[in-house]
């Protein structure tokens, strides 16, 4: 089983690929799974590393953004519009680098 990311695993991330189909596959598990399931694993502090099957590049912000999307379509909505403008007025702006 995974451990907890603020553990301080030894084995590292729990490793993801993402192929062109849009299926994330769990090379631990070796089963596909879903954005639900990255989701449930975040909330339990679990680290993971999402890499595209085809060019093994890093795009776990990419599906973590997309799980928030999918939450705040759901009827989750936790963003208000106002934090969203303001955030979105940060891209490219001096206080970019202060955001952590």
Do not use: C
């Not at 553990?7 to 070796?30: C, F, H």
């Amino acid at each position: 089983m995974a451990r907890a990311a603020g553990k301080g695993s030894d084995e590292g991330p729990i490793i993801i690929k993402k192929y062109a189909n849009r299926r994330l596959y769990n090379t631990q598990s070796s089963k596909y799974i879903t954005l639900d399931y990255l989701a449930e694993l975040t909330r339990k502090d679990v680290d993971f590393k999402v890499l595209d099957a085809k060019t093994n590049e890093d795009i776990t912000h990419n599906v973590l953004t997309q799980i928030i999307m999918d939450e705040e379509n759901s009827g989750q909505k936790m963003l208000p519009v106002g934090f969203l403008r303001q955030l979105i007025s940060m891209y490219g702006d001096s206080m970019q680098s202060m955001v952590p």
